[in-house]
């Protein structure tokens, strides 16, 4: 069977049409989120594609690059450079970057990565030349600072902005880092020595302390102890003078009563010796330690019974 020549010519255009769709949806391009399309139209700049689907004319337009807007992290490979001393070292750095326009990116400079690693070298050189060794070691941060400032600049024509710079790892020749470590060994080696000393000083510093603290209270105690033992000595001779003094006044009273006694009636030697010893009770009541007896209290009856004549007569 022959089929018929219109049904042939309808397979024949809907297979064309089929193709034909196929191809123009082959030429869909559908942007992501942190791309940027770079579209040529007849080998010149036409447009930059942002997020979404766009259409790719045929046979006019072009994807000539695809450019990524993340940040971008290129460690590069250590680079010799020479200290302003003349010591050769080997440094390496890491660059953050990010593309801030893609059309810079793409036509503003041949091999973006390549031309940034070359101007971070370069640029490397300059700073450390005009270092030496010590401040080369000790100033990471300057470094890092003066080449994240000079790679900005030197980048914004290609579209380039440049975040961070780190150096990584600084390198000096063998004999340096031994001679390094030797003076490290011995700085660590002062420094225990002074930590001693400085213990030892202050345990002999404390140890004299203590020793002086312990000498004045010592001659502290003794001083209290001192007056303490003449504060009661003298209250003790104050108290045996008051005694004393108590003892003649009661005996003086008691001569003077006697007296009279013996002025108004007829008193007997009994009575006298009686009135004396009642004296001396009084002086024995007192608080004093010590009593003192006069001399008079001896001869008191012999003197009380002269009296009594006398008063006779």
Not at 89 to 103: A, R
């Amino acid at each position: 069977m022959f089929l018929n020549a219109g049904v042939v010519w309808g397979i024949i255009l809907g297979v064309i049409l089929l193709v034909v769709v196929i191809y123009l949806v082959s030429r869909l391009r559908v942007v992501r989120q942190t791309h940027k399309y770079i579209i040529e139209r007849l080998g010149g700049y036409h447009a930059t594609w942002d997020v979404g689907i766009n259409f790719l004319w045929p046979f006019v337009d072009k994807v000539a690059y695809v450019v990524s807007m993340k940040e971008q992290v290129k460690d590069f490979d250590p680079q010799p450079v020479i200290t302003k001393d003349n010591v050769t070292m080997q440094i390496d750095t890491v660059v953050f970057f990010q593309v801030t326009d893609p059309k810079l990116y793409a036509y503003g400079v041949e091999n973006p990565i390549a031309a940034l690693e070359n101007l971070s070298a370069t640029t490397l050189r300059n700073i450390i030349g005009e270092l030496d060794l010590d401040e080369t070691l000790t100033s990471r941060d300057i470094i890092n600072t003066k080449m994240r400032s000079i790679l900005d600049e030197a980048t914004d024509p290609w579209g380039i902005k440049v975040n961070r710079v780190e150096v990584k790892n600084i390198l000096p020749p063998k004999d340096i880092r031994d001679a390094m470590e030797r003076q490290m060994r011995a700085e660590r080696e002062r420094r225990e020595k002074i930590l001693l000393a400085e213990g030892e000083k202050k345990s002999q510093i404390l140890l004299a302390e203590g020793q002086k603290e312990s000498q004045i209270l010592k001659a502290t105690a003794e001083k209290e102890t001192t007056i303490l033992k003449a504060e009661a000595e003298a209250e003790s001779i104050l108290k045996v003078k008051t005694a004393e003094a108590n003892g003649i006044k009661m005996i003086r009273e008691a001569e003077a009563e006697g007296l009279m006694y013996l002025k108004k009636a007829d008193v007997s030697q009994e009575v006298l010796a009686l009135k004396s010893f009642e004296a001396l009770q009084h002086v024995a009541e007192g608080q004093a330690t010590k009593i003192i007896i006069p001399s008079e209290m001896q001869n008191l009856a012999s003197t009380l019974a002269a009296a009594k004549e006398i008063v006779e007569k």
